[in-house]
């Protein structure tokens, strides 16, 4: 990953986001029905959450994965697997539930989690291309060098403008 000054910004508002991740849930209910949701922690809680609202599931469950310290991806550690009672509603492969993330980037934790559940559907609010082959559904795309800052991640300050200037 580059370092921050050569990245590029992408803030995301909670309306955004909120919309955003609606949109996913159009699509995501196309291709559903779905036995639960899975959202991978802690990025996927606040989509999933949204998600299972929408498609009126009431079965929502969390892996638990830690790959970022901060700012930097590191390695990938299993904090908490899924249920045994969740694991057994796909059916051990997890066919019929839906894993829910806020973005895939490298691809790192959505392979852990792809290789635990083979069978789900993976879905994700945005993706970045060395990840996007790994999801089923997503929204929107951005550039591997762009930095997206989550609503939960910032705070309404003052922001200089590109030029450098006041």
Known sequence: ?????SEKSF???WDQFHRDCRALTWRLNEVGPFHAVV????????????VARELGLRVIDTVCVASYDHDKQGDLQVL????EKVAKLGGGTGKGLLIVDDLVDTGKTGRLVRAMMPDAHFAAVYAKPKGRPLV????T???????????????LSYQPPLHGGR
């Open 141 to 155: 795309e951005v550039s591997q060098d762009t930095w997206i800052h989550f609503p939960w991640d910032t705070a």
């Open 136 to 139: 089923d559904t997503y929204i």
């Open 11 to 13: 803030p995301v508002s």
């Open 80 to 83: 908490k697997g899924v249920s």
């Open 1 to 5: 990953m580059a370092d921050n000054n």
């Open 39 to 50: 959202a991978i922690t802690r990025g996927g809680l606040v989509p999933a959450a949204i």
